[in-house]
């Protein structure tokens, strides 16, 4: 146990029992207790196998290559349909986590493989994003727009892509594009300050 994330245990939430009962299911696996993000963190050699975090309606032992799992149980969730590689597993109390004790276990260990063996989610590359018609709009007519545009990350590059896109409405599309331009000349994702 790593007494950086004991804050995290101990705070008096609806999920607190949970999150001890998870902890201790983790730990029994033998992975390296870290804080990442905020939450507990669980590592083999350095890199992230598992965290434990909650939400209103759930808590959730969240598997950061859950896409590589087996799932032979189908208890894996993807988060939304942008998430490419995480999966979770989502509980609404105690008695769920006691009674999948096995299981989890059984997936965390298969996830510790998965990290041995080198294995990597395929990630979808920026260009294979659409790109909403009002912004392909703006990177023809614009020149420095789109050489903005081109110079941002590929992960800043998709942020804005998928930002751009959720809106039904081609008017509130075209809004979110002329109030992130300045952003985008800035260098910086739609979500940075």
Known sequence: ??????????????????????????LDCGLTEELKWGVPCYTYKHKNVVLIHGFKEYCALLFHKGALLNDADGILIQQTENVQSARQVRFTNLEEIEEMEATLKAYIY????????????????????????????????????????????????????????QPKQSKTRESRIEKCIPKIFEGKGFNEQ
Request: glycine share 4%.
């Open 1 to 26: 146990m790593n007494p950086k994330v004991d804050f995290f245990f101990n705070k008096d939430t609806k999920w607190q029992k949970a999150y001890q009962e998870l902890r201790m299911i983790v």
């Open 110 to 165: 298969e996830a510790v493989e998965v990290e041995k063996a080198g294995l990597k989610v395929e990630l979808k590359k920026t260009t294979e994003y659409s790109i909403p018609e009002e912004f392909q709009k703006t990177l023809d007519g614009n020149p420095d727009v789109k050489a903005a545009f081109e110079a941002l990350t590929p992960g800043r590059q998709r942020g804005y892509l998928l930002h751009f896109s």
